[in-house]
């Protein structure tokens, strides 16, 4: 009887133990799924706005996806690249045109950025002019041998200094486009955006053919001693002013490494370019190296870039 009990004991306390095991394990989940909320939202405070989402009677322009292997600029490179034509677009009419590097990523609707979304609801709208967007992604070198990989090729074409990227735009893709499509031939009404790497070298486009794109849009751009891009500054405040227009987007959280300082350089640059005389607009976020801030505000950035181009 007294082993009995000693073992009903035991068993009474074990079960005990395992109900607190439980409680412990239930509060632990409530208090993460309750903390899990903030930190998001402490982590993303930029939210898309209207322009950003699909708006019911905004007729949709239509995409399409191609591939360009017939590079000599940057010979033996294959890439994606997605051409936008929005609805209002009328062949009897030159169209504005820009250029996004990375394009994957912005072409996408749910992306950073969304861009397909935003150009139709700003041209539907007349807050900005009819524009077919170039989504470009880097070049890729593909692999010579069986288990090799494939070389990218986007350090090179991005960070690089020089007209290169231009001549690749002026000499091989718009060409390309314009072969299907009416664009201008007019400086102001081209644009070219990127991030990172692909917004330093949107500046370097403008930079070295100024009288092909006048409008530069830049994400966190690396204006930093990868290749050289860390010079800009000082080029900007030696060189007589060139009829560009910049929109740059950065957050106080981005890189600070070997390179450089991404907030730092983008804050050398706003100071260059408005000692210069430039039109420049710096929009500083709290966010690290993304596209989400730019992204929010890219309908604010466009209304901004294409203020002297008439929407029909």
Same mark, same amino acid.
């Given at each position: 009887?007294?082993?009995?009990?000693?073992?009903?004991?035991?068993?009474? %306390?074990? #079960?005990?133990? +395992?109900? *607190?095991?439980?409680?412990?394990? @239930?509060?632990? $989940? #409530?208090?993460?799924?309750?903390?899990? !909320?903030?930190? %998001?939202?402490?982590?993303?405070? =930029?939210? =898309?706005? /209207?322009?950003?989402? @699909?708006?019911? &009677?905004?007729?949709? &322009?239509?995409? #399409?996806?191609?591939?360009?292997?017939? /590079?000599? *600029? =940057?010979? &033996? #490179?294959? @890439?994606?690249?997605? $051409?936008?034509?929005?609805?209002? =677009?009328?062949? /009897?009419? !030159?169209?504005?045109?820009? %250029?996004?590097?990375?394009?994957?990523?912005?072409? @996408?609707?749910?992306? +950073? /950025?969304r861009v397909p979304i935003v150009f139709d609801n700003l041209i539907h709208k007349k807050e900005m002019p009819v524009t077919i967007g170039l989504f470009i992604n880097p070049g890729v070198i593909p692999a010579s041998a069986a288990g090799a990989q494939a070389r990218r090729n986007r350090s090179f074409e991005y960070d690089s200094l020089g007209d290169q990227y231009a001549r690749f735009l002026i000499e091989e893709m718009l060409p390309a486009v314009g072969k299907q499509y009416n664009l201008m031939n007019d400086a102001e009404g081209r644009a070219v955006c990127g991030i990172s790497s692909g917004g330093i070298c949107a500046f370097t486009t403008a930079w070295e053919r100024p009288d092909v794109f006048s409008k530069v849009l830049s994400y966190v751009g690396s204006f930093t001693n990868i290749r050289g891009g860390h010079v800009y500054p000082a080029l900007i405040r030696k060189t007589e002013r060139k009829p560009i227009r910049v929109f740059l987007q950065e957050g106080e959280g981005d890189l600070d490494n070997l390179f450089g300082n991404w907030p730092l350089s983008n804050l050398q640059m706003e100071a260059a370019l408005k000692y210069s005389k430039y039109d420049v607009k710096l929009v500083m976020g709290v966010e690290g190296h993304s596209g989400r801030h730019g992204g929010t505000i890219l309908p604010d950035a466009l209304r901004w870039l294409w203020k002297d181009v008439a929407a029909e």
């Open positions: 009887m007294l082993e009995w009990r000693i073992r009903l004991g035991f068993a009474v %306390i074990q #079960t005990r133990i +395992h109900f *607190v095991s439980i409680s412990a394990v @239930r509060v632990v $989940i #409530t208090l993460f799924c309750c903390l899990l !909320p903030l930190s %998001i939202v402490a982590q993303s405070p =930029y939210k =898309y706005g /209207s322009d950003s989402q @699909r708006q019911e &009677g905004v007729p949709r &322009g239509v995409v #399409t996806k191609h591939v360009w292997d017939q /590079s000599k *600029v =940057y010979p &033996g #490179t294959v @890439r994606d690249y997605w $051409i936008y034509v929005p609805a209002q =677009y009328d062949k /009897s009419k !030159p169209a504005c045109l820009m %250029i996004f590097n990375d394009g994957g990523g912005y072409v @996408r609707e749910n992306g +950073h /950025s």
